[in-house]
Structure formats: C-alpha cells, structure tokens
C-alpha cells in the first residue's frame, strides 16, 4: 500500500513572501512527522502486529469532538 501527499495551498493576495516561507516551513515539518508516524504504523500492520487502529481521543481532540458529534446526531436521528 502506498500514499501520497498533494497539499494545495492558497494565500491572499496581501501575503507577503515570509509569511508564505512560515507556513511552508510548517507544513514541512508536521508532513515529515506525519510520514515516520504513518510509515511505523504500516509497517506493524504489515507485520501483524496490528489488527485494527484506535483513534488517541487524548492526542486528537478535534477528531474525538467530531466524533461525538456524529454520534449525538446519530442518536437523534434514531430517535426522531
């Protein structure tokens, strides 16, 4: 299995060229973090060390909220 990363990215007009340069930096660094992150866990699925994922709700805030959420809306609509 492989992935790929295409990122986009879109500036106001008003930016200047050392804002662009931080951002860029930025993007950098998480995209490289991510990829050893990404690739480790490949890699243990690919050994059977790993049956399936589980989401870190304390180090994914955003995405447990998200979650909760759909759950909630879930619920209501079972109920409604």
Request: glycine share 16%; aromatic share 6%.
């Amino acid at each position: 299995m492989r992935t790929a990363r295409f990122p986009d990215y879109f500036f106001a007009p008003d930016v200047g060229p050392e804002g662009i340069d931080d951002l860029l930096e930025l993007g950098g660094q998480v995209g490289r973090e991510d990829t050893r992150l990404i690739e480790g866990g490949q890699s243990s699925i690919r050994a059977g060390l790993a049956g399936c994922g589980r989401l870190m709700a304390a180090g994914e805030p955003l995405i447990s909220h998200f979650q909760q959420l759909i759950d909630a809306a879930l619920a209501g609509a079972a109920a409604g």
